[in-house]
């Protein structure tokens, strides 16, 4: 004789089947999926306000305003420089003509406008550190441009002279960079400067995305003619 054991009219808590829980979870994994669509969805809307863009807008060009200024302002002197200067009209003269001067040329033809150059330098500066030079073999009036520098570092003195006969034609100052250009560059400011340049570099790409981003924003969709661009 075999003896159940009685636990009960359930039965024993073994036997007893275990309620599913992956409905409970699943929905926590919906309500949480809608939850993060619904921050997500606001989160475009509230920077899609065109409230929102065009206070950034404003207070991006108010704090960008001066150093965009300063930019600009140097950028129109540094083109006017450049449109109006010596270096440019000769440029403009020579950029048709051929040079005689080849690569089959002889050797002398490149080393004899060179050593009468040096030679002139020479007397003129003994001594002085050969920094660069340039050689222009196009054109009725070759020349050599001989720039020096330091005993202990930094530029001193650029000497034009006629590749042909040695005489020196210009003694100015030497820098590597003008002045015009490193002050609109920011490099006349040091490190700074140039990280100051990047930045107001980047204001002025902002400004041109978000003025896109407002322009877009204030179209009118059933506008025909001229008036779906300007509006």
């Known amino acids: ?21 992956w409905p409970r979870a ?3 994994a919906v309500a949480v999926n809608y939850a993060a669509k619904a921050i997500a969805l606001a989160t475009i809307r509230a920077r899609m306000n065109p409230r929102i863009w065009r206070i950034g807008h404003r207070w991006l060009g108010f704090v960008a305003a001066l150093f965009l200024l300063f930019a600009g302002t140097t950028g129109v002197l540094v083109a006017m420089t450049e449109f109006f200067g010596e270096d440019e009209a000769e440029r403009e003269r020579l950029r048709d003509v051929v040079s005689s001067v080849t690569t089959d040329s002889p050797l ?10 040096l030679a002139t330098v020479a007397r003129t500066a003994p001594h002085a550190p050969v920094d660069r030079v340039e050689l ?3 054109g009725d009036r070759p020349t050599v441009a001989v720039c020096t520098g330091l005993p202990a570092g930094g530029e001193d003195r650029r000497y ?3 590749a042909r006969t040695g005489t020196l034609l210009a003694d100015e100052a030497y820098v590597d960079k003008p002045f ?6 920011g490099e006349a400011f040091g490190d700074g400067g140039l990280v100051g340049a990047m930045l ?13 981003v407002i322009y877009w924003q204030m179209r009118r969709p059933g506008a025909t003619g001229w008036k779906r661009v300007l509006w």
């Not at 002398?108 to 150059?117: D, S």
């Open 136 to 138: 222009k073999l196009k």
């Open 1 to 21: 004789m075999v003896e159940v054991p009685n636990d009960g009219p359930s039965g024993s808590s073994k036997d007893r089947p275990a309620t599913p829980r």
């Open 26 to 28: 699943s929905a926590l």
């Open 200 to 212: 107001w570099g980047t204001a002025l790409v902002l400004l041109a995305i978000s003025g896109l």
């Open 108 to 117: 002398v033809a490149w080393t004899e406008p060179l050593q009468r150059a």
């Open 160 to 162: 034009v002279l006629d």
């Open 180 to 185: 015009l250009y490193r002050l609109h560059s």
